[in-house]
């Protein structure tokens, strides 16, 4: 098989291809954190051990980008 031929089985517009699967919905109350939990748990972040200011940085990268509470 030529290399265009391979390529293009993985390719998105390949007829073939199953559909995507399909999302159940949530059985938890809720699905994010609210803002205030996020706050308080940067506040204690940045107050236990050496690396505070860097652990409060990943918390609040992990929820500016969506990061779920699971």
């Known amino acids: 098989?030529?290399?265009?031929?391979t390529q293009l089985l993985f390719s998105a517009k390949f007829?073939?291809?199953s559909p995507p699967p399909v999302k159940r919905p949530?059985?938890?109350?809720?699905?994010?954190?609210?803002?205030?939990e996020?706050?308080?748990?940067i506040?204690?972040?940045?107050?236990v051990?050496?690396?505070g200011t860097r652990d409060a940085a990943?918390?609040?990268l992990m929820f500016r980008?969506?990061?779920c509470r699971s």
């Open 26 to 36: 949530s059985q938890r109350e809720r699905e994010y954190l609210h803002l205030k």
């Open 65 to 67: 980008h969506g990061q």
């Open 49 to 51: 051990g050496r690396h």
């Open 58 to 60: 990943i918390i609040l």
């Open 38 to 41: 996020v706050e308080s748990m």
């Open 15 to 17: 007829p073939f291809r």
């Open 1 to 5: 098989m030529s290399a265009k031929a």
């Open 43 to 47: 506040h204690a972040a940045r107050q």
